[in-house]
Structure formats: C-alpha cells, structure tokens
C-alpha cells in the first residue's frame, strides 16, 4: 500500500489534538522534537508538520494528499481542495473586535475604520455583503496588539476562550464565522492511497461517535421500562436483563450523550435507579 501523506498544523491549536485523533485511530507516531516529517509505524502514512496557513495550499498541489485544518483557514484561502469530515475540535470563530471601552450600535462602527486581519478574503466580503467601506490592514500574526500600538481601530481575528482579547483590552462585537477542524483532501487522490483513505476516515468516524456517545446502564422496575425507553427515543433496542431482586431489570443501552443530559430527571421520575453512564472507546456503525 502507497503512503497517505497528511499536512497537519507543526504547532498551535490544532497540533495537540491532530495529534491526539491518530493515537486513538490506533496509529503510533513518534514525533520527535523539531522533526517536520514522521511515518507513522503501524499504519501507511506520513505526517508533514507545517504552517496551517500552508495547508489548504499543500493540499490543492498535492504535496500532501489530505490535511488538517481549521474551516476559518479552508474559507480564507478558497483552495480547490474537498472537505471530507468536521472533526468537532478546534472550535473557534472569526470575530471583529474593538477596544472595550468604544461605545458599539452596529456595523457601521466600521465605517472609515482601519480593521487588522490576516483574514483579508473574509473580513473583505463581510464588509461587501453589509456595504461597510472599512479599510483592511493585512498582517500576519500577533493581530490583537494592532489596535494597542496604533496600527489599527479594530481587528478580525479568531476567538477561541477569548482570552486573547480580554488580555489585550478588546471586545467581541461581531461573529463572522464560526470553525472547527475539518479533514481536506486533493481532489485526484491516486487509486492506490484510496484504501488508506478509507481505512483511515472508518478510524475517524468511529472515534467521533464514540465521543458523542456513551453507554448507559439503569436499574428499574420492569412496568417502568417501557416509559423508560420513551424518554430515550435515540435509544436503539436496549438490552434489559432480570435482576436478582423480583420484579427488577437492568437495562443498558447507548445513547447520545446530550440527549442523556437532558432528560436525566424525567429518567429518575419514570422510576430509573442505579445509573451509570459510561465512554465508549470506540463505536462501529
Ligand atoms: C488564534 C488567534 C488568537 C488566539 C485566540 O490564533 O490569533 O491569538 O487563537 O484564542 P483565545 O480566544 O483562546 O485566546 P490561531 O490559533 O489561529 O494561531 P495562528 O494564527 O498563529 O495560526
Ligand atoms: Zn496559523
């Protein structure tokens, strides 16, 4: 089998948990510090560790086959690259800020305004699309202090936890996009890295349901069981066990994790005891 090479972020946000998603699809990496390019000793594929800027990029040219990367990054660079998966980490969004201490109404605070970015394509049709002449001053990082030393009114730029701004005196006023990791991919990926691909994305998808789901256990009465499996709709037939205490059944089943939540106290009402609510490392559909 042919190696899949894949551009993922060298170091920031995504790294970390790029990282994290090949060690729980099973795939050992050893990346040894400062090395740009590791195979992987259990699976076919090489990791290339570059700017994330570059990704979208490396990709549409093929010199990596799929990356990585931020939604916020596919849009800004407008490559002919294909999205193949949201991952459902790295969430962030593209948000316009301005110091905390200006009074804001609306987007015509912009009007005339210096904005810094190093999001000039989205930032740009924002503005089109709500008819703001603003004027946009493409830079290329550190884009929070601009506004501190001068350079700039406002700024575009990605907001995770948000304490970027807050440490830089800044305030959200306007969400123009929101992101989380996706997987792109070269739109002509040879025939013979195809089954790694899938092998890979199989890999992928039954880690994200795994995260999304969790296995629940409950204890009660059996005429409640019926009512019970109500309540869970998205609980697909359970499997319920007599107890050794007459007229008493377990059930266990899998559910997803933020219908559980919701739903916990009707659960208890309807006569469920002893729950428990376990991960899963790995689900197969
Ligand atoms: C973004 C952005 C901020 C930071 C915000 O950088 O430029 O510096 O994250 O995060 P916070 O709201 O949690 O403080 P990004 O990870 O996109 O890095 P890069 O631009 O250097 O690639
Ligand atoms: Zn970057």
């Not at 490396?58 to 990367?69: H, L, P, S």
């Not at 316009?96 to 009007?111: C, H, K, M, S, V």
């Amino acid at each position: 089998m042919s190696r899949l090479k894949i551009a993922v972020q060298k170091s920031g946000r995504l790294s970390e948990s790029s990282l994290k998603l090949f060690e729980e699809c099973g795939i050992k990496i050893s990346n040894g510090a400062g090395t740009l390019r590791v195979i992987a000793s259990n699976f076919p594929i090489e990791i290339l560790f570059l700017r994330d800027d570059d990704i979208p990029q490396y990709v549409e040219q093929n010199v990596a086959d799929i990356g990585i990367v931020g939604e916020n990054m596919v849009a800004e660079k407008n490559k002919n690259v294909e999205m193949l998966e949201q991952l459902g980490f790295a969430g962030c969004r593209l948000s316009l800020a301005i110091p905390r201490e200006e009074n804001y109404q609306g987007t015509d605070y912009f009007a005339n305004k210096r904005v810094a970015t190093s999001y000039p394509r989205l930032l740009g049709e924002y503005f089109k699309k709500h008819n703001i002449s603003a004027i946009i001053e493409e830079i290329s990082g550190s884009v929070e202090i601009a506004p501190g030393i001068g350079l700039a009114d406002a700024i575009c730029d990605i907001v995770s936890s948000g304490s970027t701004l807050l440490t830089n005196g800044l305030r959200e006023v306007e969400t123009i996009m929101k992101s989380q990791a996706v997987i792109i991919a070269n739109r002509t990926i040879s025939s013979d890295k195809r089954p790694v691909l899938d092998k890979l994305l199989f890999r992928i998808k039954a880690v994200k349901n795994s995260g999304e789901n969790k296995y629940i256990l409950l204890n009660a009465p059996r005429e409640a069981i019926s009512g019970i499996c109500k309540i869970l709709p998205g609980m697909k037939s359970p499997t319920i066990l007599p107890l050794a205490e007459e007229g008493w059944c377990s059930l266990h089943s899998v559910v997803k994790e933020d219908e559980f939540w919701e739903r916990i106290d009707q659960l208890k009402k309807a006569g469920a005891e002893g729950i428990l609510v376990i991960p899963i490392e790995k689900m197969i559909m």
